[in-house]
């Protein structure tokens, strides 16, 4: 294996006038730069879908506010929604994803390197469509607007008795196209994972980054093309005379919702699988000790993989299903805590006899142990049936799916792109700046998150624009607003070390943290062609291999 | 009625423990943890249960995150070698396996004995039954067996646990989904067009109960507000009485009368005993009964009321009544005529 490149005739970038840079990057198809657009295209997406929180927090900070009206409130609690998970989260994941696949399991590129363009540029398609809205489309009320029928889009509000105009279509129409760029992406990771791994790697001896994204790019294929079906059906219904969810006509509201949830459940494993697949990549390199249980891993992401498709009916314990149904959903739904402890107590083992450095990397997997362990019980409070009858639809559940999506996903993010950072741009980011977005975010984080459950249990349901005085919801609201302002300090910190490092950071060198995947055997930034020549491996370690010659891992597994 | 679950004694005094848990002073008008109802009361048995498993679960792991953490970092003196390389045990990959598996088993048979008890009660012969319809942005309530129609404010009986008269509730829709949450008495249920279901209550102290829509049901979902008023079996009698009397009849307002039936009022409101017989808008036959204008979004005064009848908007903005554009003289008439629907 060679841990050196060499530069090939053409891929210089410095003296390129722009015009013809950027026109490399549009029609590019390597992964990397791919990766790098999923992410860049993301981070966007996540100043915009911010500042939507910011204003619904605004006008939540006291009862009776009227700071934005209730059709611009429900605007922006659909599009933030919207955007956050399709075009937020899923991007940035996607990127990772692209980017460090096949470093990682010593390829050259994705199995479908035109497909791979092609999903991002229908991904971002999506995403400009969904706020064309703003300009093209009418609201409910035809004062020309963003969808505002809520992220779920339960019938029969979509339907054209009570949203006329076209914001429900841009909204439709917006994930119909980048679902087909999702599941292009799901396609390319299956492929790339099962038929491009480099001599030697077998799939017990993948990094468990590139397992845990191929049974996310399993789910992907599974919930997104039911929910694109949903979307086909919903167009039909408004404006081929369908009467699918059309209540009015005979046709059932809660069958999108059945639709809606066998995506929207796995969807929240598909955010949650890539963001596991970077906790387990940090932690064993900052505890310097090699992933506790690998098969039993493997295993329990298997397992969250098969009993995610059998939950979703737990987001409508309130719709009046059957006793039957009803228990069903509470054991399966109770059931996926087991593998999810599993990886929890994992994880805490591989930290267990290490020597854990606390880098920006490893405070931000630290934080997120903690804020998993605390939204998973809070889950599986809202998975025992009756409980949930309360929970649900309140603001404990806001609470809990920000504690999973923000505390669990997010937080992993941040870990992600300060440890790859050095790799995708060859510079060391400032730990000092890293270390006060840390701060900042978690402090944020806390006031914002956990004090949002307390109005859930006092009654206060979601999705209201402003909420009467006297329900004992008013302290609680104004501190978890003034936690926004401290995440968004946090998300400035962390935007200036990002733009900061990358033109003023020191150089990384190859292989900054001493860890173990291929990727980090290459050089920073990668050259076009990945490796000088395809690495070889004996197992999942594969530098602590070479650099351990006296004590390989091969021994051992 | 089978009498509620009930969960070991100290259970309970856990969840007295729990500050805001004090039933006889809630903590918040709308507090899960003050149930005043017997399905309320056993959803917050379980919940305490789940508390208590769940929160010595977050013990347990919460203390070995920060034992770890603490104990072996990094040192400053550190020899600079790699600590020793675990691959992993079998042992104790079993024992968090199967030790989780228990606690699931343990859930899900607590669980489904609540989801049982609150699904499964039949309606006895003496419960009030009453038909609540979801509409954008209020609540319409009609007591079939009573002959009574009445909005956005339920009333019902005290239930005395020794001969409960619990209320059994039909939850319709008549346009989008909403869902009818009065936490201090019951968990929520959707209201969702072509899906009636059922839900009942029977609480056992009189007063009033709030809520509101829990299902995002379109522009005005925040101020479509639910209250109960439980009163005792006199009262209750009384009220039924009340509200099945024709409309009242008042020549002094005639003038106003004439104007609801000739402008579009009454294609959304009834009156009955008079040519307004609209469905769409609540029932105004007896709506100077109620505390409570707009779905309860503004109080039942006379200044309130002119200014819902001349602009909806600045109460509850993407209403569905419109503006009636009545010149002064006309909406004091109006406004005098609805203020005699006692």
Known sequence: MSTDAVALPGTELASRPLVSSLHDWVTTVDHKRLGILYISYALVFLLIAGIEATVIRIQLIRPHNDFVTPQVFNRLFTMHGTTMIFFVIMPFLFGFANYLIPLMIGARDMAFPRLNAFSFWMTAFGGLLLYFSLVGANGLYGAGNAPDVGWFAYAPLTSRTFSVGHSTDFWTLALLVSGFGSIGTAINIIATVFCMRCPGMTLAKMPLFAWLNLVMAGLVVLCVSPLTAAQVMLVIDRYLGGHFFDTQAGGSAVIWMHFFWVFGHPEVYVLVLPAFAFASEIIPVFSRKPIFGYPVMVGATIAIGFISMSVWAHHMFTVGMSSAANNFFVISTMAIAVPTGIKIFNWLGTMWGGKIEFKTPMLFCIAFLFQFLIAGLTGIMQGAAPFDWHLGNSYFVVAHFHYVIVGGILFCLFGAFYYWFPKMSGKMYSEALGKLHFWLFIVGFHMTFDFMHIPGLLGMPRRIYTYEPGRGWDTWNLIVTIGVFFQAAGILVFLGNLIWSYFRGKPAGNDPWDAWTLEWSTNSPPPAYNFYTIPSVQSRRPLWDLKHPDDPDWKYE | ?342
């Open chain 2, 1 to 342: 009625m089978k009498r509620p679950i009930s969960y070991p004694v100290i259970v309970l005094m856990c969840g007295r423990a729990i500050a805001f848990a004090d039933t006889a002073q809630p903590w918040s008008p709308t507090n899960i943890f003050a149930p005043a109802s017997t399905p309320a009361k056993s959803i917050f048995g379980l919940s305490l249960f789940v508390l208590a498993v769940t929160g010595a679960i977050f013990l347990i792991v919460f203390a070995l995150l920060v034992y770890s953490v603490a104990k072996f970092r990094k040192r400053r003196n550190d020899d600079g070698r790699e600590p020793p390389q675990v691959y992993g045990s079998n042992q104790v990959e079993l024992a968090w396996t199967i030790i989780p598996i228990l606690i699931v088993v343990a859930l899900f048979m607590a669980t489904a004995r609540v989801i049982a008890f609150v699904q499964k009660t039949p309606a006895p012969s003496n419960a009030i039954a009453v038909t609540a319809i979801g509409h954008q942005f209020w609540w319409e309530y009609r007591y079939a067996d009573l002959g009574v129609v009445t909005a956005n404010e339920l009333h019902v009986p005290v239930s005395d646990p020794a001969h409960p008269t619990p209320t059994f509730i039909k939850l319709l829709s008549a346009d989008t989904d909403h869902s009818f949450w009065v936490p201090r008495l019951a968990g929520k249920t959707d209201l969702i067009p072509n899906h009636p279901n059922n839900m009942w209550i029977d609480p056992q102290e009189t007063g009033i109960y709030l809520g509101q829509c829990a299902q995002y049901c379109g522009t005005q979902h925040a101020k479509m507000l639910l209250r109960v008023y439980v009163q005792s079996k006199d009262e209750f009698e009384r009220w039924i009485q009340q509200q099945r009397q024709p409309a009242f009849v008042n020549d002094a307002v005639s003038e106003g009368q004439r104007i609801f039936e000739t402008t579009a009022c009454i294609n959304c409101h009834a009156v009955s005993g008079t040519v307004a017989n609209g469905r769409f808008g609540p029932d105004l036959t007896h709506l100077m009964s109620r505390d409570t204008i707009a779905a309860g979004a503004a109080t039942n005064t006379p200044e309130n009321l002119r200014l819902w009848i001349r602009d909806p908007n600045t109460i509850k903005p993407g209403s569905l009544m419109p503006a009636m554009e009545l010149n002064e003289q006309e909406l004091d008439a109006v406004a005098a005529y609805l203020e005699t629907l006692r």
